[in-house]
T-cell receptor, first 114, second 111 residues
Framework: EAGVAQSPRYKIIEKRQSVAFWCNPI?????LYWYQQILGQGPKLLIQ????????DSQLPKDRFSAERLKGVDSTLKIQPAKLEDSAVYLC????????????FGSGTQLSVL | KQEVTQIPAALSVPEGENLVLNCSFT??????LQWFRQDPGKGLTSLLL?????REQTSGRLNASLDKSSGRSTLYIAASQPGDSATYLC??????????FGQGTTLQVKP
């Protein structure tokens, strides 16, 4: 079974530039999550989708971050413009539903903002 | 507001030792609790999931316990090996589906 796919693996940009990350969840998984993990900290939820609808985006900095999940499958997360404090690993995860199922994570995109 | 804390932040043990990692949470109204492993530069791998009605789960050398009333979970690793070296994260799932992580415990098992 294929896992959660993310790209790119690494990205280096200058502040005020834009960047986009892509995630393809495990086939059949209805719930998709984007997490931000700053070095030395646990992952923090940015946004949660159920199919193509947003369930929770309370911690998404909406002035600069946006995310979409067209057709309820792939998802993209965009930052525009980036700030130095956005340097982190962006993790995508998926699960069958919002219930008791385990989460499966991708390898993440490591973003460095210079 | 639910907060998840893991102590210690780092742990170093000789190979073969049994060890316990701790996780505490402030609100006992959880749906389940999950333990993850994270290797450097990698994503998270689910190790064990304990439903709110359960007390423990076991997988090989790993045993996770849950005490909702006291807001605690432990991950017990038996006969540790150098390959167990990684960061271990616990996360509680709220009834809304949201998963809240602790900051992790970085384990080093020395040969």
């Amino acid at each position: 079974e294929a896992g959660v796919a993310q790209s790119p693996r690494y990205k280096i940009i200058e502040k005020r530039q834009s960047v986009a990350f892509w995630c393809n969840p495990i086939s059949g998984h209805a719930t998709l999550y984007w997490y931000q993990q700053i070095l030395g900290q646990g992952p923090k939820l940015l946004i949660q989708f159920q199919n193509n609808g947003v369930v929770d985006d309370s911690q998404l900095p909406k002035d600069r971050f946006s995310a979409e999940r067209l057709k309820g499958v792939d998802s993209t997360l965009k930052i525009q413009p980036a700030k130095l404090e956005d340097s982190a690993v962006y993790l995508c995860a998926s699960s069958l539903g919002q219930g008791s199922e385990k989460l499966f994570f991708g390898s993440g995109t490591q973003l460095s903002v210079l | 507001k639910q907060e998840v804390t893991q102590i210690p932040a780092a742990l170093s043990v000789p190979e073969g030792e049994n060890l316990v990692l701790n996780c505490s949470f402030t609100d006992s109204a959880i749906y389940n609790l999950q333990w993850f492993r994270q290797d450097p530069g990698k994503g998270l791998t689910s190790l064990l999931l304990i439903q709110s009605s359960q007390r423990e789960q076991t997988s090989g050398r790993l045993n996770a316990s849950l005490d909702k009333s006291s807001g605690r979970s432990t991950l017990y690793i038996a006969a540790s090996q150098p390959g167990d070296s990684a960061t271990y994260l616990c996360a509680v799932r709220l009834n809304t589906g949201k998963l809240i992580f602790g900051q992790g415990t970085t384990l080093q098992v020395k040969p």
